[in-house]
């Protein structure tokens, strides 16, 4: 089994920057992609960005250019620092895991990003 721990999230005013942190621990294989999807009140989650273990990332349109993931592969942690925010980023931010060996996937239990001034 996979645990997912995230920490960062926060009330933060437009134009502002959060970072948030996910630490997995557990029975974690070499090869996995991690990501951040986001899920804000009566909307479906949707993909934020991802990395693999190799460091390719991918992101959501939206974000491109004020997001940034990374990967700390000694620590099993990544990493979202978020950049000019917005307040339509206003969300749960949930950490995914997903296995290349198992194609077993993990989700953390969110954590609140509010954009307000």
């Known amino acids: 089994q996979v645990q997912l721990v995230e920490s960062g999230g926060g009330l933060v005013q437009p134009g502002g920057s959060l970072r948030l942190s996910c630490a997995a621990s557990g029975s974690i294989s070499s090869r996995n992609v991690l990501g951040w999807y986001r899920q804000a009140p009566g909307e479906q989650r949707a993909l934020v960005a991802t990395?693999?273990?190799?460091?390719?990332?991918n992101y959501a349109e939206s974000v491109k250019g004020r997001f940034t993931i990374s990967r700390d592969n000694a620590k099993n942690t990544v990493y979202l620092q978020m950049n000019s925010l917005k307040p339509e980023d206003t969300a749960v931010y949930y950490c995914?895991?997903?296995?290349?060996?198992?194609?077993?996937?993990?989700w953390g239990q969110g954590t609140q990003v509010t954009v307000s001034s």
């Open positions: 990395i693999t273990s190799r460091g390719t990332t």
């Open positions: 995914h895991m997903i296995s290349l060996l198992s194609y077993r996937a993990y």
